[in-house]
Nanobody, 124 residues
Framework: QVQLVESGGGSVQAGGSLRLSCAAS????????MGWFRQAPGKEREGVAT????????YYPDSVKGRFTISQDSAKNTLYLQMDSLKPEDTAMYYC?????????????????WGQGTQVTVSS
């Protein structure tokens, strides 16, 4: 079965950086597009980056563009999210997810498989 396991979260001061990883297993990695999402308490889950795993095309919302970078190591079936210039408003639980068809979508409802999440806390 599909398994997505995130790691790399933690606490950092504003302006700092973190790199999240997501190890995927149980399916053919290149047949699904991947995304990173986050959810803060009391807020809706929002997409922060997506990647077409076969073509490499990436998408970001304006809120993180220029600060976050999604990448992958296809040989290791691993997805990454490099987060730089972090702000307190980036504090949230971060999830990786996979979708079979909606490769450019930042809509969490389009994603079928989810990891358990990793917490990111940014202090001012």
């Amino acid at each position: 079965q599909v398994q997505l396991v995130e790691s790399g979260g933690g606490s950092v001061q504003a302006g700092g950086s973190l790199r999240l990883s997501c190890a995927a297993s149980g399916y053919t990695y290149s047949r699904y597009c991947m995304g990173w999402f986050r959810q803060a308490p009391g807020k809706e889950r929002e997409g922060v980056a997506t990647i077409n795993t076969s073509g490499g095309t990436t998408y970001y919302p304006d809120s993180v563009k220029g600060r976050f970078t999604i990448s992958q190591d296809s040989a290791k079936n691993t997805l990454y999210l490099q987060m730089d210039s972090l702000k307190p408003e980036d504090t949230a639980m971060y999830y990786c997810a996979a979708t079979r068809y909606y490769c450019s979508s930042l809509d969490y409802q389009r994603y079928n498989y989810w990891g358990q999440g990793t917490q990111v806390t940014v202090s001012s």
